[in-house]
């Protein structure tokens, strides 16, 4: 059901920036309320951590070639897309939201690219078995990015490699934060070409 309404109301269209990335983005027309009845759709647009993100790993393929890849908190699925795009192995992307696993489903078909999917919350989890969590805009909630930070802990610890897209929301935790490259990313709601920047941040271990 999900899928065939983000397939037939959200036109595809290039992701922001990406033109290699074609995404199913909402439009005032798509009657996404028909869909998600109350829910944020956060999937149905591109976020500028996400797009920053993309255009790291598309820029520095070695990032996530051969490697197994984790999108926490895919949305969309841009990111998992990107670093199929780029070579990596296996792409795993995972949302809260059960219609932005569709939607990463229809999106993946869209641009000739296997990702796996999970409808999952696995912020209390052990680090699962990829080699790269790959984190684009998740820290817009204090709740979810101190669980988000805990796991990423986790998953430093494990020796997986951890980088986050953000555009400078409230509850970025800097203190564990290196600062990798800058790019530019028109946020969600911005309009224009060009306008806005995010930054990308691999996570350091604690101490
Ligand atoms: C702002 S959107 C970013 C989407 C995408 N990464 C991007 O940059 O375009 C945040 C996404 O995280 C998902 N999310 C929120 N909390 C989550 C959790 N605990 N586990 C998995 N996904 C979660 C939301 O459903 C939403 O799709």
């Given at each position: 059901m999900a899928r065939a309404f983000i397939a037939a109301n959200l036109p595809l269209q290039p992701a922001p920036g990406i033109p290699d990335i074609r995404i199913h983005t909402a439009t005032p027309?798509?009657?996404?309320r028909r869909l998600v009845a109350g829910r944020n759709p956060y999937w149905a647009w591109c976020w500028a951590g996400g797009l920053a993100l993309a255009r790291h790993i598309l820029a520095r393929p070695r990032l996530v070639a051969g490697r197994r890849v984790l999108d926490l908190g895919s949305g969309s699925g841009l990111v998992a897309i990107a670093a199929m795009l780029a070579g990596a192995a296996h792409a795993l992307a995972v949302d809260a939201d059960a219609d932005a696993v569709a939607a990463v489903e229809v999106n993946a078909k869209a641009n000739g690219v296997d990702v796996q999917t999970l409808h999952a919350d696995?912020?209390?989890?052990?680090?699962?078995?990829?080699?790269v969590v790959l984190v684009g805009d998740l820290f817009y909630d204090r709740d979810l990015a101190q669980r988000t930070a805990s796991f990423l802990e986790r998953c430093r610890l494990m020796g997986v490699d951890v980088l986050i897209g953000d555009?400078?929301?409230?509850?970025?935790p800097l203190d564990r934060l290196e600062l990798v490259a800058e790019h530019a990313a028109r946020d969600f709601g911005e309009s224009g070409a060009g306008e806005g920047s995010a930054r990308v941040y691999a996570f350091r271990k604690a101490g």
């Amino acid at each position: 059901m999900a899928r065939a309404f983000i397939a037939a109301n959200l036109p595809l269209q290039p992701a922001p920036g990406i033109p290699d990335i074609r995404i199913h983005t909402a439009t005032p027309r798509s009657g996404l309320r028909r869909l998600v009845a109350g829910r944020n759709p956060y999937w149905a647009w591109c976020w500028a951590g996400g797009l920053a993100l993309a255009r790291h790993i598309l820029a520095r393929p070695r990032l996530v070639a051969g490697r197994r890849v984790l999108d926490l908190g895919s949305g969309s699925g841009l990111v998992a897309i990107a670093a199929m795009l780029a070579g990596a192995a296996h792409a795993l992307a995972v949302d809260a939201d059960a219609d932005a696993v569709a939607a990463v489903e229809v999106n993946a078909k869209a641009n000739g690219v296997d990702v796996q999917t999970l409808h999952a919350d696995l912020l209390e989890d052990a680090a699962p078995a990829v080699d790269v969590v790959l984190v684009g805009d998740l820290f817009y909630d204090r709740d979810l990015a101190q669980r988000t930070a805990s796991f990423l802990e986790r998953c430093r610890l494990m020796g997986v490699d951890v980088l986050i897209g953000d555009p400078g929301r409230a509850f970025l935790p800097l203190d564990r934060l290196e600062l990798v490259a800058e790019h530019a990313a028109r946020d969600f709601g911005e309009s224009g070409a060009g306008e806005g920047s995010a930054r990308v941040y691999a996570f350091r271990k604690a101490g």
